[in-house]
């Protein structure tokens, strides 16, 4: 059975700063691009970053770029660290896995469908 589990949401004011975690098992992790994203009340979800089976590929969504730093290890665990917060960045943040890709390589962002999904963890930024 796959798992993913996000921890480390909370609220922070405005400027601050964050770490979410990803839990994976069930799947052979080293095998999977993985990535986060994030929902918004009202919006929908949109993507956030994506990280290579390598690590050493990542991509990150224009309004996030700069701020975020997305990382995982080499057992079961991706990372999102987020820094300059702010309420724009307000949402359910969502942990997700797969698809397959060569190791250096991200799908294109046009083409990127994660297999798995984690429920998610609520970040608030206050103004």
């Known amino acids: 059975q796959v798992q993913l589990v996000e921890s480390g949401g909370g609220f922070v004011q405005s400027g601050g700063s964050l770490r979410l975690s990803c839990a994976v098992s069930?799947?052979?992790?080293?095998?999977?691009?993985m990535g986060w994203f994030r929902q918004a009340p009202g919006k929908e979800r949109e993507f956030v970053a994506a990280i290579s089976r390598s690590g050493r590929n990542i991509r990150y969504s224009v309004p996030v770029k700069g701020r975020f730093t997305m990382s995982r290890d080499a057992k079961s665990m991706a990372y999102l660290e987020m820094h300059s917060l702010e309420p724009e960045d307000t949402a359910v943040y969502y942990c997700?896995?797969?698809?397959?890709?060569?190791?250096?390589?991200?799908?294109?962002?046009?083409?990127?469908?994660?297999?798995?999904w984690g429920h998610g963890t609520q970040v608030t930024v206050s103004s």
């Open positions: 997700a896995a797969g698809p397959f890709s060569g190791w250096d390589r991200l799908p294109p962002s046009s083409d990127y469908n994660p297999e798995y």
């Open positions: 069930g799947l052979t992790f080293s095998d999977k691009v």
